[in-house]
């Protein structure tokens, strides 16, 4: 396991993404300021405070950097650790030491793996604690209280892990006494209950049983008037979304063309087949990834499922079943089958995904911040939507006013008079205002250009004298 940590840490610690996605970049915000409030997020408790912790030990060894490059090393050691954890996992379940070893590496490259393996973000955290939790399920002598452990981890990383509760209960309870999962269930149950008490009681500090609602609810209640709002399609266009999300995560082949979208799919769909030969057998432990599967799928069918990071989970079920699927092969063919795929898939998601993402060019909201800081004054606001709302503070240094809450043209206006009574200067963009209808909105208020250079511009804004 030691060495599979390390190569795939060493993998990962090799390209550094500048992707940075916005939840990523917000928690690094966060970490900055120690704002515990916000760093106990209501769907991912842990990973806030992991987070603040792993940042106060580098600064403690020297470090004077931005948080964000600590983020990103702490999601690299989780995605390593994963991805170790999975390959001890393939050894207690009888595969071989070299198909363990491969079964690991095809997982570290795998698309949603490896690209959020790179990035700051919540997911690798529910992951490795996910993965402990089905190592422990699935041994001979499962310990159910250190099973519930592990599973409360994983939900304290991301709650969407709840739903692997119908596998572990499975396979607890397969031939087994169902007293076994009191337990388990009183394991799981205190060690994620203490942890979201202790962080409402210290940090949150609800005032109502509104503001708990709103808490709990997170990313359900992301609406300005943080109501509760299901993220949710037709469900005749949800299952192909999905679907396609589901060979997704192995390859990102979207935005391919010709020949490289057609081996993009290939890729995608060799795993997905052997994984389905070993779901037909019903064995102990292909039902149980079916279950587990299943689990996440109720959920990610109903919750955009179209977002691929939510998928993680997936990817240690179907390659647990894929290496199950090959094992009818004789040994030196799916040796080599396993180190072809990993071999194509590396060199795949490596220049279409990881590279271009570590390309400062390919991200115009970075270099719109960075634009930024350039062409404006130190004490200057900026109007910002998107990444950019959280780009501009902490790339840019500026103060952002957020335009997701003045979409009402009297509202923005009242905004910039006000700021403007106070002796604040505002500024713009020019690609912020290629959204819709707001250039139209700021030259009725007032519109300057002050600075332009290719592809860019900036613009002050205030009403004329």
């Given at each position: 396991m030691a060495a599979i940590f390390?190569?795939?840490?060493?993998?990962?610690?090799?390209?550094?993404?500048?992707?940075?996605?916005?939840?990523?970049?917000?928690?690094?915000?966060?970490?900055?300021l120690s704002d515990f409030k916000h760093l106990v997020h209501g769907n991912h408790l842990a990973y806030g405070m992991v987070a603040w912790c792993f940042d106060r030990l580098w600064r403690i060894f020297g470090y004077k950097g931005q948080?964000?490059?600590?983020?990103?090393?702490?999601?690299?050691?989780?995605?390593?650790?994963?991805?170790?954890?999975?390959?001890?996992?393939?050894?207690?379940?009888?595969?071989?030491?070299?198909?363990?070893?491969?079964?690991?590496?095809?997982?570290?490259?795998?698309?949603?793996?490896?690209?959020?393996?790179?990035e700051a973000q919540v997911y690798m955290l529910g992951a490795l604690f996910a993965a402990l939790a089905a190592r422990e399920a699935l041994s001979d002598k499962p310990r159910p209280a250190l099973t519930g452990l592990w599973h409360a981890g994983a939900i304290l990383g991301h709650v969407c892990h709840l739903m692997a509760l119908p596998a572990i209960v499975y396979s607890l309870t397969r031939k087994r006494s169902r007293g076994d999962l009191l337990p388990y269930m009183t394991s799981l149950f205190v060690a994620v209950a203490v942890p979201y008490a202790c962080a409402g009681l210290f940090f949150v500090h609800p005032s109502s049983l509104v503001e708990l609602k709103i808490w709990l609810m997170g990313s359900a209640a992301l609406g300005n008037d943080r109501a509760f709002s299901w993220h949710s399609i037709a469900f005749s266009s949800a299952v192909p979304e999905w679907t396609a999300t589901t060979l997704r995560i192995f390859i990102e082949f979207v935005g391919?063309?010709?020949l490289f979208l057609s081996v993009g799919v290939i890729l995608a769909l060799l795993p997905l087949v052997a994984a389905a030969r070993a779901a037909v057998d019903r064995t102990r432990e292909s039902t149980f990834w079916i279950l587990w599967l299943a689990g996440y799928a109720l959920l990610f069918l109903s919750w955009e499922p179209g977002t691929i990071v939510y998928r993680i989970p997936d990817l240690i079920a179907l390659w647990a079943l894929a290496t199950l699927g090959l094992q009818t092969m004789p040994q030196r063919l799916r040796l080599g089958a396993m180190i072809a795929w990993t071999s194509a898939a590396f060199a795949f998601n490596l220049v279409f995904v990881v590279r271009p993402a570590s390309t400062f060019a390919n991200n115009p909201d970075l270099v719109e911040a960075i634009w930024t800081k350039t062409s404006s004054p130190e004490n200057a606001w900026i109007l910002a939507n998107g990444r950019g709302a959280v780009y501009t503070s902490y790339f840019a240094g500026r103060r952002p006013v957020n335009l997701r809450y003045y979409t009402d043209e009297a509202a923005l206006h009242a905004r910039l008079d006000a700021l403007t009574k106070s002796g604040e200067v505002v500024y713009v963009s020019g690609r912020t205002l290629e959204e819709e209808g707001l250039r139209a909105k700021l030259e009725r208020y007032g519109l300057q250009p002050v600075a332009s250079a290719p592809a860019l511009s900036m613009f002050r804004v205030g009403r004329a004298k």
């Open positions: 390390s190569a795939a840490l060493l993998l990962d610690l090799s390209v550094r993404s500048l992707f940075y996605n916005f939840d990523g970049v917000a928690c690094a915000i966060a970490v900055e948080a964000l490059l600590a983020l990103q090393t702490l999601d690299a050691i989780l995605g390593a650790a994963g991805a170790a954890v999975f390959a001890s996992l393939l050894r207690r379940m009888g595969r071989g030491e070299r198909e363990a070893v491969l079964g690991a590496a095809a997982l570290a490259v795998s698309h949603a793996w490896w690209f959020w393996s790179l391919r063309k010709g």
